[in-house]
């Protein structure tokens, strides 16, 4: 039976297999096997970032809409994502170093920070602050507030948390990544464009929400200054 007689399944047409198996690279015009692998990681990882962009648009909907719950519930699935997406990337250890540099001219000068839906989550994740924000001002609480009186605005101090698990989990993943550079071409060498491979670590230190992570200076300030241990 050729391709053209083949009946798909509902699931089959569904989720569109045939096209979606299509879209890496024939066994015949990969320049080593382990193409497949990297190249499949990599789109894989881009279905991750289109879910997180996603919830990072309904999200805010929600938040200006002053549907907590239902923002903090869209939070908790972009943290979910983050969760998996280092396991996702960690296959690409499989390939050896050397394998790997096959692959990467093959890229041309294509490269990873070039990813469509990383640099989107990038431009988008700051963006939800403003709309929390709002929030707070609203119930007349600053961020230091909800933390000392999380109990009277629970779901207002669980949003806050999932926004501060989205910055962290996010840092991480940029973190984990770095070492998946280390580890492939290594951290004294440039990128196909140039670019320092050190200069990722400086990256990382972007923060999507300062005032969070700054809060809990001030909390910890606040509390300290009362804070009076007993002598050993």
């Given at each position: 039976m050729t391709q053209e007689q083949k009946k798909l399944?509902?699931?089959?047409?569904?989720?569109?297999t045939e096209e979606l198996l299509s879209l890496q690279k024939p066994d015949e015009e990969l320049f080593c096997p382990d193409e497949l692998t990297f190249q499949t990681v990599h789109q894989i990882a881009e279905l991750h970032f289109k879910l997180i962009i996603q919830s990072i648009h309904f999200a805010d909907k929600h938040m200006r809409a002053k549907e907590v719950a239902k923002a903090t519930h869209?939070?908790?699935?972009?943290?979910?994502?983050?969760?998996?997406?280092?396991?996702?990337?960690?296959m690409v250890k499989l390939v050896s170093p050397s394998d790997y540099h096959i692959i990467r001219l093959a890229l041309g000068r294509g490269s990873g920070q070039d990813s469509p839906g990383f640099n989107e989550i990038l431009k988008l994740g700051p963006t939800l602050w403003q709309p929390f924000k709002d929030l707070l001002d609203e119930?007349?609480?600053t961020p230091v507030q909800l933390h000392q009186?999380?109990?009277?605005?629970?779901?207002?101090?669980?949003?806050?948390?999932?926004?501060?698990?989205?910055?962290?989990?996010?840092?991480s993943f940029r973190r984990q990544h770095i070492q998946l550079v280390r580890r492939m071409i290594g951290m004294n060498t440039k990128s196909l464009k140039g670019v320092p491979a050190e200069a990722l670590e400086r990256a990382v230190r972007f923060e999507f929400y300062p005032e969070l992570w700054q809060t809990v200076?001030?909390?910890?300030?606040?509390t300290g200054s009362s804070y009076n241990p007993k002598p050993l």
């Open positions: 399944t509902d699931y089959e047409k569904y989720i569109r869209h939070l908790q699935r972009i943290n979910n994502h983050l969760v998996h997406l280092p396991a996702v990337f960690d119930n007349l609480l009186d999380a109990a009277k605005n629970f779901e207002l101090f669980q949003l806050m948390q999932e926004l501060t698990c989205f910055d962290e989990r996010f840092q200076c001030d909390l910890t300030d606040l």
